[in-house]
């Protein structure tokens, strides 16, 4: 009886401390694992948030910048204007303040968020536009009419901050009125705001996207069984070549066969997501330059603003189909990798040659573009030729051209690059298509050899090809060929 009574506890014992060794290992492994993935996400939020806030500094000290230098220089004008003839009289202005107000009013127009304010005797007298915000309140003009002599300044207001220059137009030591130049930059800073708030939400998306292939990634980094241990823990995350030796055709053996096949999977795994991270960076890079080239040359035409704006919502739509996409590039033969629509080839080519020249300082050519209707996915197509470009100033200096053009055949639809750069050696001329290929004379960049490679996919997908015409010393002809009757 107490044989059984003690077999009876000794076995209880046994299964408490199996549960505990259990229960304890779970600790490890969650334990380890949540960290892990806790320092993963606050050094990615910590790096973007920190990226995030100098784009926005950047942005709005750029703003800043330009508001200044448009307070500044209608001051300027404003200043010469005192200073010179009435035109209808043909004599100097003298006292006439009014006269001086009218003609600078119906000489100048206002850009976006500015306002001419003209302040006669205390008051306000006329303005342009007509109709003042309500950040400009009656406070702030009483101030304004005071003034006696040259200012400039900011007011803070609880729609935001207003630059403005004050300038006293004076006779005999009298000020006689006050001119005052005001912006609120309030559009453009919306539209700043705007584009913060869509990087973040992407970047909050990737963010969540990233910590959850984290924890999958920690998860199996961290699963070995106690019996695997010690052989498990000479296996980094960065040293995937190791294997466990197998000894005998017992199940432990059997574990240790497994658990080398997870490994080789998980290797192969390691390299895929960096060939994808090679490839994202690599296409990501020239619609970034283009964005921001466009948006540094960016002036106070409205005209061009819309025109920028469209192309940059353009850019950063091809960027969101890139990274919803890139899966499908590897496998480009898939019926749903292109987005087909009917372009106008000229048109089309137009809009290559605007964004390629933002790409470096070159000497850009639109060579020549062909008019009719072409069946096409624009965004990729634009992606290959964008390829195309940054891998032609790749290869040619500040003083070479490079000139873009179309044209269309009887058959085909033809796209090309031609610079006037170092040239192909034939022996390097197929070779370069390849994934990871460069060129023998290549200068050292950042990528990863992937953008011809690209291209070939791209026109491939389309039913056609890529054509490569070089010599050393004389530059490369790089031509897309798609067929009318693709698809």
């Known amino acids: 009886m107490g044989a059984k009574i003690y077999s009876a506890i000794a076995a209880q014992n046994n299964d408490m401390t199996s549960i505990n060794r259990n229960l304890g290992w779970r600790s490890v492994f969650f334990g380890a694992r949540i960290r892990i993935l806790a320092w993963y996400i606050l050094l990615m939020t910590s790096s973007t948030s920190v990226t995030i806030l100098g784009i926005r500094q950047n942005l709005w000290s750029r703003l800043e910048k330009n508001v200044e230098q448009s307070l500044v220089q209608e001051t300027e004008e404003f200043r010469r204007l005192v200073q010179g003839q009435n035109p209808q009289t043909g004599k100097p202005f003298g006292d006439d303040v009014k006269s001086i107000f009218k003609v600078f009013l119906a000489r100048n127009v206002p850009s976006d968020d500015e306002f001419f304010i003209t302040l006669l005797d205390g008051q306000l007298y006329k303005s342009s536009p007509r109709a003042l915000p309500r950040s400009i309140n009656p406070d702030l003009v009483k101030y304004w009419a005071k003034v006696t002599r040259s200012q400039r300044g900011t007011q803070e207001t609880t729609t935001g901050t207003i630059f403005y220059s004050v300038e ?12 005052v130049v005001a912006n609120t930059f309030t559009g453009e800073g919306e539209e700043i705001n ?6 973040t939400k992407v970047t909050l998306t990737v963010l969540l996207v990233a910590s959850v292939l984290a924890w999958l990634a920690a998860g199996r980094v961290l699963a070995p069984l106690r019996s695997l241990t010690e052989t498990a823990r000479s296996i980094t995350e960065t040293d995937l070549t190791q294997r466990i030796a197998v000894q005998g055709k017992d199940q432990i053996a059997e574990l240790a066969t497994t658990f080398n096949e997870m490994l080789d999977r998980l290797e192969a795994a390691f390299t895929s997501q960096r060939d994808f991270i090679n490839d994202a960076s690599h296409e990501l890079r020239t ?34 189909r890139f990274v919803n996409d890139m899966l499908l590039l590897a496998k480009a033969e898939q019926p749903d990798f292109l987005t087909l629509e009917t372009v106008e080839i000229g048109a089309l080519t137009e809009e290559l040659y605007a964004k390629a020249i933002a790409l470096a300082d070159r000497d850009w050519r639109l060579e020549d573009k062909g008019s009719g209707l072409v069946i096409v996915d624009r965004q990729r197509l634009t992606q290959a030729v964008m390829n195309l470009a940054q891998n032609a100033t790749q290869h040619t200096s500040n003083s070479d051209v490079i000139a873009i053009g179309s044209a269309l055949t009887n058959s085909n639809a033809l796209f090309w690059v031609h610079d006037t750069g170092v040239g192909i ?6 070779r370069i298509f390849e994934r990871f290929a460069r060129g023998a004379g290549r200068r050292r960049s950042e990528g990863a050899g992937l953008g011809l490679s690209i291209v070939r996919a791209i026109a491939e997908t389309h039913g056609g090809s890529v054509k490569l015409s070089s010599q050393p010393g004389t530059g490369s002809v790089f031509t897309i060929v798609i067929p009318l009757d693709f698809p």
């Open 287 to 320: 619609p970034i330059t283009i964005i921001q080239g466009h948006l540094e040359l960016l002036d106070d035409d409205p005209q061009e603003q819309r025109e920028t704006i469209e192309l940059v919502l353009d850019e950063l739509d091809r960027m969101n």
């Open 425 to 430: 050696p034939l022996a390097d001329q197929d």
């Open 194 to 199: 705007a584009t913060v708030t869509v990087v």
């Open 168 to 179: 006293a137009v004076k006779s005999g030591g009298k000020t006689l009125g006050v001119f």
